[in-house]
């Protein structure tokens, strides 16, 4: 109903009220009359009503009280659990983060290993004393599995109580995190321990870090502070112990109770005594002083405890007699009312008729005035006119926008002061009145109606005319009610442009949006959903178009399936409207999401996400990354080992070699003594063997490469590999076209070649194809984008694939390890492929594996292209091992080895002169300058090393010749020399013609 109705209706009504004066005064007069007997009746009921109200307001309130309490309790009750839950999830939290920490493994292991050692102790000291600063921890232990303290951050720490040994044994036997029961520690103060095992990379168990907390410090406040003002109310933690109830917290009214006070189990009036039995929930009874309580109980989760939060009875109660006075206190005053009001109605009765009476005769005035006020007060302006058309009536509204007064526009045509036209065609619009008058209908403007006001301003407005009617219905005139629109455009118009820049927003927005709505089957399940909404980068982050409309199953065909936590996630959200955050992978997309999923209206969500594809891609690169490291750190481990090994066994292996020459030598061809020092001679052999596949791995070995082809090289070892690998085995040559030139010492090579062809052999003992091919290889960006472990560049590829039997997954990841093998005891030494990537790794090359099982196996070698032709290969003919009459200069720091060579020699004719170290052999031949014609020297020799001794030799006495040895030398600078410079090197263990052979060639030289 518009304001033009209303005001018509308030006009009809003051015409009525004249008219219906003197009837009202006739019935009122008739109904006063009451006798004093009715008043007293009339006392007498309001009296007993009152009362009866009273009470049941008392009883109402005093429910209400107690339920409203019980509900504070209960909030609270439900605040502290959280508290508590939250506290206990931290500390466990903290406790699984620390253990897990490889920086914390290892510092455990490392001391383990070396306890002695006052660095690894200190830096484990400093690691635990780190855990208590940044946790507020009391202390942090290190226990061994037995239980015994191995190191605590405060130093002070005892033998384990029984609660933190059956801690340790927990962790143990969960390998996780367990938080302890309350406990008293030996210093009297009560703990609780967070106990996680420390495991080494294997997984095997090092100690267990307990993280130690004091109840006094956090917990305790924690449970015993309320949050509202009470002079009783408290909170604490109880548990079953044996028969009693045990409280494990200070208590609010008892002092020095936390694990003193036991109440039994029988006793089942306690609020604690229930708690314990596993009652839960609201519970009235009386509390360990024996006072009446109202309390909350509950299960703390995952935790022997329980929970009591409860408030005196008395202090509930005080207020509920509070208002019980008020209330009382109140009826009282009441029935006073009441008396005073029948003594009044009595006494007043007679004065009521005059009064009324009068009242009657203001009621017209008062209508009349009513309706002014009425008038005036409307926001909207108002004119009333009469039968003819002439006003009678303008609110300051209409004054306003019509700019006449209500005095000089009274009784004036509504055309002259009411002037209307067209906003677009500036035509006069016939003025609703006119047509009132004519229909006796509500009338209302059209839109884009302009008024013209007295002094030239112009206001867009709406407006509506309704009839004037009397009692009896005839139209005694209008009402015309109209309002100024220039505010409300304006707010139309700011509303049109928020739509526009929410629009503008929404279709820019750096992240993609979709609106949507979720589509459920019989059963209530989600199972799809349709996007009413998305945005501009919803298409560009996920590359899909037309989605409007469409069911999500329908747009990505499989994405239930492969995705079915999308559906469970947005019916979630859709059906609580408890917003969610997650990472998802949408195989069908290929792109991995961050997503934000909220409700607001049930059955729809808004979803914002984010490509994070190639933040996922850089984690996955930085896993590869440190994989990679952890295999290289493991690798340089076990080659340093090897290699360690390797260079001590050089020197034992060539003197025993040497001595078994000469025996050999010195016995009969054909004798048994012979035939024993050929199988000990072969056995020395093997051994050294060993020792060069030692530093092949380890990297430690002196390389002496060329440039060569490895087509080349591999045709002239194709007999002997079809020798090695047997006739039920076909061999294939795959020569590539053009192949580069690639800098390698050649015997490594073909230990490489041969060692991966005697593998593919015994992966194929029923027969089978070895195929070895070479090409020419460039790795480019792309390529390594899905090949991890490639490097960029130009390689000349050598690939070895066989038919046989295939590995694993498993097997693979260990194929590199040294001694790892797969072949039966006696069959392998399980160096055969460490000697391989330790060659390739020498190189600066590149190595994969391909396999699978039942399909066979391909070994990729990558050697770097270098840009010098291909030297010749070919098999050399060796000279005859000659000696000679020269004096040669041996320095070697090894005695047997000193001694051994030197008596090979003077067998051999030539003068030995020998040096224990650098220092000495300078002495020898400033002693014997110029009778020295060559020098032998060991790269590596205590206070000198070969290449100073060199170095001052040439100084003084430039024609003399140098040869040295090598085994494997800890400084790479001091073999690198040798080779880099092209002097002339053997390496240990050589045999009596390899030594002479070489002697020769550089004196020869």
Same mark, same amino acid.
């Given at each position: 109903?518009?304001?033009?109705?209303?005001?018509?209706? @308030?006009?009809?009504?003051?015409?009525?009220?004249?008219?219906?004066?003197?009837?009202? /005064?006739?019935? #009122?007069?008739?109904?006063?009359?009451?006798?004093?007997?009715?008043? &007293?009746?009339?006392?007498?009921?309001?009296?007993?009503?009152?009362?009866?109200?009273?009470?049941?307001?008392?009883?109402?309130?005093?429910?209400?009280?107690?339920?409203?309490?019980?509900?504070?309790?209960?909030?609270?009750?439900?605040?502290?659990?959280?508290?508590?839950?939250?506290?206990?999830?931290?500390?466990?939290?903290?406790?699984?983060?620390?253990?897990?920490?490889?920086? /914390?493994?290892?510092?455990?292991?490392?001391?383990?290993?070396?306890?002695?050692?006052?660095?690894?102790?200190?830096?484990?000291?400093?690691?635990?004393?780190?855990?208590?600063?940044?946790?507020?921890?009391?202390?942090?232990?290190?226990?061994?599995?037995?239980? %015994?303290?191995?190191?605590?951050?405060?130093?002070?720490?005892?033998?384990?109580?029984?609660?933190?040994?059956?801690?340790?044994?927990?962790?143990?036997?969960?390998?996780?995190?367990?938080?302890?029961?309350?406990?008293?520690?030996?210093?009297?103060?009560?703990?609780?321990?967070?106990?996680?095992?420390?495991?080494?990379?294997?997984?095997?168990?090092?100690?267990?870090?307990?993280?130690?907390?004091?109840?006094?410090?956090?917990?305790?406040?924690?449970?015993?502070?309320?949050?509202?003002?009470?002079?009783?109310?408290?909170?604490?933690?109880?548990?079953?112990?044996?028969?009693?109830?045990?409280?494990?917290?200070?208590?609010?009214? %008892?002092?020095?109770?936390?694990?003193?006070?036991?109440?039994?189990?029988?006793? #089942?009036?306690?609020?604690?005594?229930?708690? &314990?039995?596993?009652?839960?929930?609201?519970?009235?009874?009386?509390?360990?002083? =024996?006072?009446?309580?109202?309390?909350?109980?509950?299960?703390?989760?995952?935790?022997?405890?329980?929970?009591?939060?409860?408030?005196?009875?008395?202090?509930?109660?005080?207020?509920?007699?509070?208002?019980?006075?008020?209330?009382?206190?109140?009826?009282?005053?009441?029935?006073?009312?009441?008396?005073?009001?029948?003594?009044?109605?009595?006494?007043?009765?007679?004065?009521?008729?005059?009064?009324?009476?009068?009242?009657?005769?203001?009621?017209?005035?008062?209508?009349?005035?009513?309706?002014?006020?009425?008038?005036?007060?409307?926001?909207?302006?108002?004119?009333?006119?009469?039968?003819? =058309?002439?006003?009678?009536?303008?609110?300051?509204?209409?004054?306003?926008?019509?700019?006449?007064?209500?005095?000089?526009?009274?009784?004036?045509?509504?055309?002259?002061?009411?002037?209307?036209?067209?906003?677009?065609?500036?035509?006069?619009?016939?003025?609703?009145?006119?047509?009132?008058?004519?229909?006796?209908?509500?009338?209302?403007?059209?839109?884009?109606?302009?008024?013209?006001?007295?002094?030239? #301003?112009?206001?867009?407005?709406?407006?509506?005319?309704?009839?004037?009617?009397?009692? @009896?219905?005839?139209?005694?005139?209008?009402?015309?009610?109209?309002?100024?629109?220039?505010?409300?455009?304006?707010?139309?118009?700011?509303?049109?442009?928020?739509?526009?820049?929410?629009?503008?927003?929404?279709?820019?927005? !750096?992240?993609?949006?979709?609106?949507?709505?979720?589509?459920?089957?019989?059963?209530?399940?989600?199972?799809?959903?349709?996007?009413?909404?998305?945005?501009?980068?919803?298409?560009?982050?996920?590359?899909? #178009?037309?989605?409007?409309?469409?069911?999500?199953?329908?747009?990505?065909?499989?994405?239930?399936?492969?995705?079915?936590?999308?559906?469970?996630?947005?019916?979630?959200?859709?059906?609580?409207?408890?917003?969610?955050?997650?990472?998802?992978?949408?195989?069908?997309?290929?792109?991995?999401?961050?997503?934000?999923?909220?409700?607001?209206?049930?059955?729809?969500?808004?979803?914002?996400?984010?490509?994070?594809?190639?933040?996922?891609?850089?984690?996955?690169?930085?896993?590869?990354?440190?994989?990679?490291?952890?295999?290289?750190?493991?690798?340089?481990?076990?080659?340093?080992?090897?290699?360690?090994?390797?260079?001590?066994?050089?020197?034992?292996?060539?003197?025993?070699?040497?001595?078994?020459?000469?025996?050999?030598?010195?016995?009969?061809?054909?004798?048994?003594?012979?035939?024993?020092?050929?199988?000990?001679?072969?056995?020395?052999?093997?051994?050294?063997?060993?020792?060069?596949?030692?530093?092949?791995?380890?990297?430690?070995?002196?390389?002496?490469?060329?440039?060569?082809?490895?087509?080349?090289?591999?045709?002239?070892?194709?007999?002997?590999?079809?020798?090695?690998?047997?006739?039920?085995?076909?061999?294939?040559?795959?020569?590539?076209?053009?192949?580069?030139?690639?800098?390698?010492?050649?015997?490594?090579?073909?230990?490489?070649?041969?060692?991966?062809?005697?593998? &593919?052999?015994?992966?194929?003992?029923? =027969?089978?194809?070895?195929?070895?091919?070479?090409?020419?290889?460039?790795?480019?960006?792309?390529?390594? +984008?899905?090949?991890?472990?490639?490097?960029?560049?130009?390689?000349?590829?050598?690939?070895?694939?066989?038919?046989?039997?295939?590995?694993?997954?498993?097997?693979?990841?260990?194929?590199?390890?040294?001694?790892?093998?797969?072949?039966?005891? $006696?069959?392998?030494?399980?160096?055969?492929?460490?000697?391989?990537?330790?060659?390739?790794?020498?190189?600066?090359?590149?190595?994969?594996?391909?396999?699978?099982?039942?399909?066979?196996?391909?070994?990729?070698?990558?050697?770097?292209?270098?840009?010098?032709?291909?030297?010749?290969?070919?098999? +050399?003919?060796?000279?005859? @091992?000659?000696?000679?009459?020269?004096?040669?200069?041996?320095?070697?720091?090894?005695?047997?080895?000193?001694?051994?060579?030197?008596?090979? !020699?003077?067998?051999?004719?030539?003068?030995?002169?020998?040096?224990?170290? $650098?220092?000495?052999?300078?002495?020898?031949?400033?002693?014997?300058?110029?009778?020295?014609?060559?020098? !032998?020297?060991?790269?590596?020799?205590?206070?000198?090393?070969?290449?100073?001794?060199?170095?001052?030799?040439?100084?003084?006495?430039?024609?003399?010749?140098?040869?040295?040895?090598?085994?494997?030398?800890?400084?790479?600078?001091?073999?690198?020399?040798?080779?880099?410079?092209?002097?002339?090197?053997?390496? +240990?263990?050589?045999?009596?013609?390899?030594?002479?052979?070489?002697?020769?060639?550089?004196?020869?030289?």
């Amino acid at each position: 109903m518009g304001y033009g109705t209303l005001v018509a209706m @308030a006009w009809g009504w003051v015409v009525k009220v004249g008219a219906r004066a003197w009837e009202v /005064m006739v019935e #009122k007069v008739l109904q006063i009359r009451m006798s004093w007997r009715n008043q &007293a009746v009339w006392f007498v009921l309001a009296s007993l009503a009152l009362i009866v109200a009273g009470l049941g307001y008392y009883h109402l309130a005093v429910q209400r009280l107690r339920a409203e309490r019980y509900a504070d309790i209960e909030s609270i009750a439900e605040l502290k659990m959280d508290q508590i839950q939250r506290w206990r999830r931290e500390r466990l939290a903290d406790a699984g983060r620390t253990v897990k920490s490889p920086l /914390m493994s290892k510092a455990v292991g490392d001391w383990l290993r070396d306890p002695e050692n006052p660095s690894l102790r200190n830096t484990l000291q400093r690691r635990l004393d780190l855990e208590c600063d940044v946790g507020a921890y009391g202390d942090a232990i290190l226990f061994s599995p037995d239980g %015994r303290v191995l190191l605590s951050a405060s130093g002070q720490a005892d033998a384990p109580e029984d609660e933190a040994y059956r801690t340790i044994q927990a962790a143990i036997a969960r390998s996780n995190a367990v938080l302890s029961d309350f406990f008293r520690c030996s210093d009297g103060r009560i703990c609780l321990d967070a106990t996680a095992p420390v495991l080494d990379a294997d997984g095997h168990l090092l100690a267990l870090l307990a993280l130690r907390s004091y109840a006094d410090d956090l917990l305790y406040p924690l449970i015993q502070s309320w949050p509202t003002h009470s002079q009783s109310a408290e909170t604490f933690l109880v548990r079953a112990d044996g028969g009693d109830v045990l409280f494990l917290n200070e208590l609010r009214h %008892r002092k020095n109770s936390a694990l003193m006070l036991r109440l039994p189990l029988s006793r #089942k009036d306690i609020p604690a005594v229930q708690a &314990a039995l596993g009652m839960q929930g609201l519970f009235e009874g009386r509390d360990y002083r =024996g006072v009446r309580v109202l309390a909350d109980l509950r299960a703390i989760p995952d935790t022997p405890w329980f929970m009591v939060a409860k408030v005196d009875e008395s202090e509930i109660m005080a207020e509920a007699g509070y208002r019980a006075g008020v209330t009382a206190l109140f009826v009282l005053l009441l029935i006073l009312l009441a008396a005073e009001a029948a003594i009044y109605s009595y006494r007043n009765s007679q004065a009521a008729l005059y009064r009324r009476l009068y009242v009657t005769e203001r009621q017209q005035r008062e209508a009349e005035e009513e309706f002014r006020t009425t008038l005036y007060s409307i926001g909207d302006a108002v004119i009333t006119t009469d039968a003819g =058309g002439r006003i009678r009536n303008m609110n300051p509204v209409a004054e306003r926008l019509t700019g006449w007064s209500e005095s000089d526009a009274r009784g004036k045509p509504l055309d002259e002061v009411f002037r209307i036209v067209n906003e677009d065609t500036r035509a006069t619009v016939e003025n609703p009145a006119v047509r009132v008058l004519r229909e006796g209908t509500i009338v209302g403007l059209a839109n884009h109606t302009l008024l013209l006001s007295k002094d030239g #301003k112009e206001y867009p407005i709406a407006d509506s005319g309704a009839p004037i009617r009397d009692e @009896a219905g005839t139209v005694i005139g209008v009402v015309l009610v109209f309002r100024d629109q220039t505010g409300e455009r304006a707010a139309q118009e700011e509303l049109r442009a928020s739509e526009r820049r929410y629009r503008l927003l929404f279709d820019n927005m !750096l992240e993609g949006f979709a609106y949507c709505r979720i589509l459920y089957d019989e059963d209530g399940r989600p199972v799809d959903y349709i996007h009413l909404a998305v945005n501009n980068t919803f298409e560009q982050l996920t590359g899909l #178009k037309d989605v409007i409309g469409r069911p999500i199953t329908e747009v990505i065909p499989g994405i239930r399936e492969a995705n079915p936590e999308l559906f469970e996630i947005y019916g979630r959200v859709a059906q609580s409207g408890v917003p969610e955050r997650f990472e998802t992978m949408v195989p069908a997309l290929g792109r991995h999401f961050s997503v934000s999923v909220h409700s607001v209206e049930r059955g729809t969500f808004y979803v914002t996400f984010d490509n994070i594809t190639a933040r996922k891609r850089a984690e996955e690169e930085q896993a590869r990354l440190e994989t990679q490291l952890r295999q290289a750190q493991k690798m340089e481990a076990v080659g340093q080992l090897a290699g360690g090994i390797a260079h001590d066994f050089n020197n034992l292996l060539q003197v025993i070699l040497g001595h078994l020459e000469i025996l050999r030598m010195e016995s009969e061809p054909n004798s048994s003594t012979r035939q024993d020092l050929d199988e000990a001679y072969r056995a020395a052999e093997r051994a050294a063997d060993l020792t060069k596949q030692l530093l092949a791995f380890s990297r430690r070995q002196v390389i002496q490469p060329v440039n060569l082809d490895l087509n080349d090289l591999i045709q002239t070892l194709l007999k002997m590999i079809h020798r090695l690998i047997g006739e039920h085995i076909e061999l294939r040559f795959l020569r590539g076209e053009n192949l580069g030139t690639v800098c390698v010492d050649k015997g490594q090579i073909e230990q490489v070649l041969m060692n991966l062809c005697i593998n &593919a052999r015994d992966a194929m003992p029923g =027969g089978g194809m070895l195929t070895i091919e070479t090409e020419n290889v460039t790795i480019g960006q792309e390529y390594r +984008k899905s090949h991890s472990w490639a490097e960029e560049g130009r390689y000349v590829l050598l690939s070895i694939t066989d038919t046989g039997h295939g590995m694993d997954d498993e097997t693979m990841g260990k194929i590199f390890d040294p001694f790892f093998t797969t072949k039966a005891l $006696g069959h392998g030494t399980g160096l055969g492929l460490a000697t391989v990537y330790g060659i390739v790794k020498h190189h600066n090359g590149l190595i994969h594996v391909y396999s699978e099982p039942g399909k066979g196996t391909t070994f990729k070698i990558y050697i770097s292209i270098v840009d010098r032709p291909a030297e010749t290969v070919g098999n +050399k003919i060796e000279p005859r @091992a000659a000696g000679g009459t020269e004096t040669i200069l041996m320095a070697e720091d090894e005695e047997m080895v000193r001694g051994l060579v030197a008596r090979l !020699l003077r067998n051999a004719g030539y003068t030995v002169l020998t040096a224990c170290d $650098g220092e000495e052999a300078l002495r020898i031949f400033e002693e014997h300058d110029g009778e020295i014609h060559l020098a !032998l020297l060991d790269v590596m020799m205590p206070k000198l090393g070969g290449r100073e001794v060199m170095e001052r030799i040439q100084a003084k006495s430039p024609r003399v010749r140098f040869l040295f040895s090598s085994g494997y030398s800890e400084n790479a600078v001091h073999t690198n020399f040798v080779v880099k410079e092209r002097f002339n090197l053997i390496t +240990k263990p050589y045999r009596t013609p390899e030594l002479l052979r070489a002697i020769r060639k550089v004196l020869d030289a």
